[in-house]
């Protein structure tokens, strides 16, 4: 029997993503770009190259979300003080608010997605994906993660 779990995850995952987006239409703001400033949030004056590492996505396509952020005058990029090719990310003030917006409307979404579940399992499925994720996080490598799945 072939495994489910990464192909479920990544359905449920896009699923929740086209209903942000659809949600978050009247804000202007995208499912991507409220992740930009999530992380940016927990990982402020970080250089654009290392958000995009944190988000696990190409330094370009950061590029793009932040240039539409700063547009809209959530996020500064200052020059790096150590390096001039970097610029280091500052969210503006006026970012908390449209946050709590978009966080809102994430939670909105996630009790759509979860009302098939019962309270309880809810918060079991939110544990055991969190021991997932920290479990994932504490490997060193990708080639840590494949090797554990070849056998002796």
Known sequence: MHSKFGFLSYEISHIIRQRFNKAAEPTGFTHAQWRALVHLSENQNCRQIDLAEILEIKPITLVKQIDLLEEAGLVRRN?????????????????HAVM?????????????????????????????????????????????????????
């Open 79 to 95: 020059k790096d003080s150590e390096d001039r090719r970097a610029y280091r990310l500052e969210l503006l003030p006026k970012a």
């Open 100 to 152: 709590q917006q978009l966080w809102e409307i994430a939670d909105a979404v996630e009790a759509q997605v979860l009302k098939a579940l019962a309270v309880e399992e809810q918060h079991t499925l939110n544990a055991l994906l969190e021991r997932i994720k920290t479990d994932i996080n504490a490997k060193s490598s990708s080639e840590e993660l494949l090797g554990s799945m070849v056998p002796p």
